[in-house]
């Protein structure tokens, strides 16, 4: 077991540090309001896994670029079973159902997180993707930082295969909840 309290505490630390990178400010507003459009969709799902709806919003982003046909788990097709990791989820009869099953039965069990602090939240969603880059590489993760002054380079391009000269080019979840935060700062009530 992953004594997650140190990544708890370097996340707030990169979040209070962050700074999104100039050539990205545009890309990071644009994305943060077509998730904002959806927040109804995402509270849809709040509803049924506790998990707050901009923590979904970020990750449906980062797994799919915001495809309703695609499973929040990994991006696969959610009426399919899916190929990817976790593999053979599926098929779903909708977004939402597929959404609920990533979030309750998937590692990490986001549903089961009780701490949603900024700190909290953060090192769920690395978990979410996963603690390689912090375990293997010791580097802040691209899935959270990409597009941010906390990143500059190394990747995992497939399943368990990490590049040490790859870039991330999507946006990470830290800027998108930074700039979805400026649009609507109802997000980070409770946020420590």
Request: charged share 25%.
């Amino acid at each position: 077991m992953v004594d997650l309290i140190p990544l708890r505490t370097a996340n707030l630390g990169r979040w209070n540090r962050m700074v999104l990178k100039h050539d990205f400010e545009l890309a990071f507003e644009h994305v943060a309001r077509k998730l904002l459009e959806a927040k109804s969709r995402y509270r849809s799902v709040t509803a049924r896994t506790r998990v707050p709806w901009a923590i979904i919003a970020v990750i449906h982003e980062r797994e799919s670029s915001q495809s309703w046909r695609a499973n929040l788990a990994q991006g696969d097709p959610w009426d399919k079973p899916s190929i990817h990791v976790p593999r053979s989820r599926g098929p779903f009869g909708s977004w939402e159902d597929a959404a609920i099953d990533a979030l309750v039965n998937c590692p990490p069990f986001t549903a089961k997180n009780t701490n949603w602090s900024i700190g909290g939240s953060l090192t769920m969603l690395e978990e979410y993707n996963g603690l390689g880059y912090q375990l293997i590489h010791h580097m802040a993760s691209p899935y959270l930082w990409a597009g941010t002054n906390q990143y500059i380079k190394g990747k995992y391009i497939a399943d368990g295969h990490f590049d040490p000269d790859a870039g991330d080019h999507q946006l990470g979840c830290a800027g998108l909840l930074r700039a979805m935060v400026k649009l609507d700062e109802t997000i980070d009530d409770g946020w420590d």
